[in-house]
C-alpha cells in the first residue's frame, strides 16, 4: 500500500508532529510504504518530499504549500492521499487540528468586544475558514479520521458530514517510552535541579500556544489555593515573559518553573504528581496521553478531546475552561497520595491506547478504502 501523507510543518516540539512520527514508524511496520510532504521537516529526512515555495506572511504560506503539494502528487502514484492540513482534494483528512471555527467560537467567549473584532477581521483566520470548509464540501474526500468524538461531533455539525465517512481514531502512545518507572529514573534529580522539595506536589504543564492552551489562567488558578505545590511550564512560547511577570505579580514566581522547549519531555513527567492542561480548545492533545501513560492524573477542560478518557475523581478532573475557581479546587484536591492513587489509574486507561492498535484501526480504515 503506498500512502502519501501531507503535513506542513514538522518540529520535535508540537504534539501533532509527534503524532505523525510515531504513526509513520508503525504504518511501516505494517509494510505500509509512506511518502511525506513537507514544507519543513526536522529529523529523518527520508520518505520527504520538501514542498517549500516563496511566501511571505500566513495566507501566502498556506495557500502556496497547498498548491505545490498538488502539484506533486500529480506527478506521482498513491493509492491514497491523506492530508493533516486543510487541503481539498485529499482522500482523507486527518482532523487532527480540530476545527478552526470552533476554536475561533472558543476564542471569542474569552476576549473583550474590541480583540473579537480583531479576530473577525483578521485575513488568515478568514482564509482558514474558507479552506475548512471547501475541503470538507470536496466530492473527492472519502474519510475523515477524527482524533476524539468531540471532534467528530463539531464536524458533523458544522458541515453536515455524513456519519458514514467520520471515523474515531486516537491517538497511540509508545508504552515502553512514556510509563510510571520516569517517576524513580528522574524525579529526584529534576527536583534538586531546580530547587524543588521531593515531598512537594508538583503540577505539569506542557505544550506551546500559551494563550490557548490556558497557561495564564492555570498560573491564576495556581495562585488561589496551591500552598507548598510548584508549577512546572514546559514549552516554547514568545508570551513567555508575560507569564512570568504574571507569576511575579500575584507573589508565587517561586514556585513557578519555565524550562523552555524539550525535545525529551519524559523526564518532566517522572518529576511530577500530576498534569495540567486547562486549554480553550484541544481536539486530543498527546501531551495528555503521555501524561497518562507516565502515571499522572490529568486535569483538563470540557474543550478538549481528552475530557472523554477522564473519570472525574478517578483518574482526573475537567473543568470548564474559563471557570478559575474550579481549576483551583481541582488542583487543590491532589495531594501527593490522591495523585498517585489517581495516576495509576490513568495509566491503566492509557494502556489501551498502544501504537499498534491504532496503526491496526489506520490501516483497516485505509483498506476498506481500496478497491475490492
Known amino acids: ?109 474569552a476576549l473583550r468586544p474590541v480583540a473579537r473584532l480583531g479576530l473577525a477581521l483578521n485575513p488568515y483566520h478568514r482564509y482558514v475558514l474558507a479552506a475548512e470548509r471547501r475541503l470538507f464540501e470536496s466530492p473527492g474526500l472519502r474519510a475523515v479520521i477524527c482524533n476524539s468524538r468531540m471532534v467528530r461531533e463539531e464536524i458533523r455539525t458544522r458541515f453536515g458530514t455524513p456519519e458514514a465517512k467520520l471515523h474515531v481514531i486516537y491517538n497511540g502512545i509508545d508504552l515502553a517510552a512514556f510509563h510510571p518507572g520516569l517517576r524513580d529514573a528522574h524525579r529526584r534529580l529534576v527536583r534538586e535541579k531546580l530547587g524543588i522539595p521531593q515531598d512537594a506536589v508538583v503540577h505539569l504543564f506542557v505544550g506551546a500556544g500559551f494563550e490557548r492552551k490556558g497557561v495564564f489562567r492555570l498560573i491564576e488558578a495556581f495562585a488561589r489555593g496551591t500552598r507548598g505545590a510548584h508549577l512546572i511550564v514546559v514549552g516554547r512560547d514568545k508570551q513567555q515573559a508575560r507569564a512570568e511577570r504574571l507569576a511575579r505579580s500575584l507573589g508565587i514566581a517561586p514556585a513557578v518553573h519555565f524550562v523552555g522547549g524539550q525535545v525529551d519531555v519524559r523526564p518532566w513527567y517522572g518529576t511530577a504528581d500530576s498534569f495540567v492542561l486547562p486549554t480553550l480548545y484541544d481536539p486530543f492533545p498527546n501531551a495528555a496521553l503521555e501524561a497518562m501513560a507516565c502515571g499522572l492524573p490529568v486535569t483538563t477542560t470540557f474543550q478538549c478531546g481528552t475530557a472523554e478518557l477522564i473519570e472525574p475523581g478517578a483518574n482526573g478532573f475537567v473543568v470548564d475552561a474559563l471557570a478559575l475557581d474550579a481549576l483551583a479546587a481541582a488542583l487543590g484536591r491532589l495531594d501527593s497520595a490522591t495523585a498517585r492513587a489517581m495516576g495509576q489509574r490513568a495509566r491503566q486507561c492509557a494502556e489501551g491506547l498502544s501504537l499498534e492498535s491504532m496503526a491496526q484501526r489506520l490501516i483497516a480504515l485505509y483498506r476498506s478504502l481500496l478497491p475490492g
Open 1 to 109: 500500500m503506498r500512502l502519501a501523507l501531507v503535513r506542513q510543518r514538522y518540529n520535535p516540539y508540537g504534539g501533532a508532529e509527534r503524532f505523525i512520527e510515531r504513526a509513520l514508524a508503525s504504518l511501516r511496520d505494517q509494510g505500509v510504504a509512506v511518502t511525506v510532504f513537507a514544507r519543513e521537516w526536522t529529523g529523518d529526512p527520508s520518505g520527504i518530499v520538501r514542498c517549500n515555495p516563496f511566501h511571505i506572511g500566513r495566507v501566502w504560506r498556506d495557500w502556496s504549500f497547498a498548491r505545490a503539494v498538488r502539484r506533486e502528487l500529480a506527478r506521482r502514484s498513491f493509492d491514497l492521499v491523506q492530508s493533516h492540513e486543510r487541503i481539498a482534494g485529499c482522500d482523507i483528512y486527518r482532523a487532527g487540528d480540530g476545527v478552526h471555527a470552533q476554536w475561533l467560537q472558543n476564542r471569542r467567549a
